[in-house]
């Protein structure tokens, strides 16, 4: 079974593009368009990672991400918080700190870079090219 | 109304009691003169006891020498010897006394003064000493006086000019007093303790932190005798941002006699500080959104990620749309700061109103038409004419119908009207969108402001409506307001002068805006 990943954008071409490029990279990935959606995706398949994007219509990245850290069932989960804004977050002083966030990337991005950074996260010895990392899944 | 420089609850520098009186100089007349001479009081002490020797020794030689009628020729003799000498010494007195009191006989031969003579020069060298004396000290004193008057008014007149300046100024003596404040300073202490009727040094001590940044320079070295902070003060419950400069007063011997405090008001410049960081923030938001796809789906094209043709066709015309949105966007943020900058030429020509709103109106209409929203046109049956530049008033129509786009939900309705009313053309741009809040309306022609609630609906700089206004208000001698309730839509109307003008961009309006 393909290890779940779940990306939150509003911005439906960023979706389609990690999505596009993690199924490649043999992942399992659902998509969702605003925190809500995704907070009922993540309750209703529990992924391995969370991608999301920090500005978004009604609640926000860090407040999704809040949201999960006090959720018992997912209070561990991996996340990586994409974000058009930089340098202006950490300014935000204090926003961030205690959301134990596994890494931080800002758009523009690249997909090839993104998958590289989820298989550090996630602990996968493999090189991340997709044909390695298939073969490490059809042996599991 | 200036404050008076003389502070009631003030001491030193300025206080009015170390300033001299105006009248009352010393003047000659002050000497007392010398009394008549008064020879009774003078002469009978003399007198009184030589008679009654006299008189005595009258008595004595009859007795001893039984020869009275001798004794009393020599008694009589003597007497009227003293009283000759009594007389002379009585002109000699009135002659020294008249040439004390009168300066002008002082030259003159003292002899008449006869035994006074040695005691009357000693006297007038005394006088004239005295004299000279009292004299030199009344020219001093009416030199000071009129040095005080001058700097008086000089102190005056530095006094009403601060209260000029607009921002608040306090003066502070060497002992730490408020020994002065320009009417801003007044105003200002006023707003902080919400009454105008506590003494100035009592509110001066609610000032906490201008008093500190006054201890703190006071306490400095000479070569770094001046501070600027910034502070917050409360001024009727409003937080101010100030920035402070506090700089050591010195006198003439170098040492510190005083602070002077200068307080500026830089909410302005905090607000546009921030304006401008946020700008720079929703812009790069705003690029970067665009490039992020591109780069995504470049990557995934190069690395041959996508299998099927027909969608990495897609992929590529989706950047190929993004490349034009980025463009757009490039050109908006040039466009305005060209117009506002007074790059762009502008050329008014004589036109009618209604062209250039059906002119917008197409522009619009394909971006109504994905989402679905009915323009209705009341454009008015009469040529309205007007001297506009087509390309800018256009540009503004264009931005006003586009908002009116973005910020209704699918399915609604936008309405452009144009009207004649009394000398000018009126062009209403009408949706029944989401309207815009209250608390909002009064910074919505603001550069870069956008409305918190509403911009998340579509995507923006917060550029079109300040770029409408400057297009109307400066460039067109044209008007805009508008009128909006939240759900239930806004309403933007802007009046322009009617009629043309067939001087063209000669004209001096015309010119005005052309810089």
């Not at chain 2, 070295?221 to 700089?247: F, M, N, P, V």
């Not at chain 2, 796809?293 to 590529?316: G, N, Q």
């Not at chain 2, 049956?381 to 910020?407: C, E, M, R």
């Amino acid at each position: 079974m393909s290890p779940r990943i779940i990306v939150c954008d509003d911005e439906p071409h960023i979706v389609r593009a990690i999505s596009l490029k993690f199924a490649r990279a043999g992942f399992d990935v659902h998509g969702a368009a605003d925190a809500e959606s995704c907070w009922e995706l993540l309750k209703k398949h529990p992924p391995a990672l969370l991608i999301t994007d920090y500005t978004m219509p009604g609640q926000n990245g860090a407040q999704l991400v809040r949201r999960i850290r006090e959720d018992q069932a997912l209070a561990e989960l991996p996340v990586i918080l994409l974000t058009a804004r930089g340098f202006e977050l950490v300014e935000q002083s204090g926003e961030l700190d205690d959301l134990n966030l596994s890494a931080m990337v800002t758009k523009p991005f690249s997909p090839r870079e993104l998958v590289a950074k989820v298989y550090e996260i996630l602990g996968y010895e493999a090189e991340p090219s997709t044909a390695t990392f298939r073969d490490s899944f059809t042996s599991v | 109304m200036a404050t008076d420089i003389f502070d009631s609850s003030a001491s030193g520098a300025f206080d009015r009691s170390s300033l001299p009186p105006e009248t009352g100089a010393l003047t000659e007349s002050a000497i007392p003169p010398i009394p008549p001479a008064h020879s009774g009081t003078l002469l009978l002490p003399l007198c009184l006891p030589s008679i009654a020797f006299g008189m005595v020794a009258v008595v004595v030689g009859t007795w001893m020498f039984h020869a009275p009628s001798a004794s009393l020729l020599t008694f009589a003799g003597c007497l009227t010897g003293l009283l000759t000498t009594i007389a002379l010494f009585r002109r000699q007195e009135a002659a020294a006394i008249a040439v004390l009191n009168r300066p002008e006989m002082r030259g003159v031969n003292l002899d008449v003064t006869g035994v006074f003579r040695s005691l009357l020069g000693e006297l007038i060298h005394k006088t004239e000493l005295h004299e000279k004396q009292c004299h030199d000290l009344t020219e001093q004193r009416a030199r000071l006086e009129a040095r005080a008057h001058l700097l008086k008014n000089q102190v005056r007149r530095l006094a009403h000019t601060l209260d000029q300046v607009e921002q608040p100024v306090f003066l502070l003596d060497g002992g730490n007093t408020l020994i002065f404040r320009n009417s801003r300073a007044n105003s200002l202490l006023n707003a902080v303790t919400g009454t105008d009727q506590m003494p100035a040094a009592a509110a001066w001590e609610q000032l906490g932190s201008v008093k500190a940044l006054v201890d703190a320079v006071r306490n400095r070295s000479a070569a770094a005798d001046k501070r600027t902070d910034e502070l917050e003060l409360k001024c009727q419950g409003e937080l101010i941002t100030y920035r402070a400069e506090a700089a050591n007063l010195y006198d003439d011997e170098g040492r510190v006699a005083g602070v002077s405090v200068v307080l500026q008001d830089i909410r302005e410049q905090v607000q546009e500080t921030a304006k401008q960081a946020q700008f720079v923030s929703s812009v790069s938001h705003e690029l970067k959104t665009p490039l992020s796809s591109i780069r995504a789906y470049t990557e995934l094209l190069m690395d041959d990620d996508v299998d099927d043709p027909a969608e990495r066709l897609e992929l590529l015309k989706f950047i190929d749309e993004q490349v034009d949105r980025l463009t757009r966007l490039v050109n908006n943020l040039l466009n305005f700061s060209r117009v506002e900058s007074g790059v762009i030429k502008v050329q008014r020509e004589d036109t009618d109103v209604n062209r250039i709103a059906r002119k917008s109106m197409e522009v619009v209409a394909s971006a109504a038409r994905q989402k679905n929203i009915t323009f209705v046109d009341e454009l008015s049956d009469l040529y309205l004419p007007a001297h506009l530049d087509l390309d800018l008033f256009g540009q503004a129509l264009i931005n006003l119908v586009s908002n009116a786009v973005k910020y209704t939900p699918d399915g609604g309705e936008v309405r452009i009207r144009t009207r004649m009313q009394d000398t000018e053309a009126v062009i209403e741009v009408q949706d029944n969108g989401m309207g815009i809040p209250a608390d909002a309306m009064p910074r919505l022609f603001e550069r870069f402001y956008r409305v918190p609630q509403n911009s998340k609906a579509a995507a923006g700089t917060g550029l079109g409506l300040a770029l409408v206004k400057y297009i109307v208000t400066n460039i067109h001698d044209g008007s805009i307001s508008v009128t909006s309730q939240v759900d239930r839509g806004s309403t933007f109307s802007i009046r322009i002068p009617l009629g043309h003008r067939d001087r063209g961009s000669r004209n001096p309006s015309s010119q005005k805006s052309t810089r």
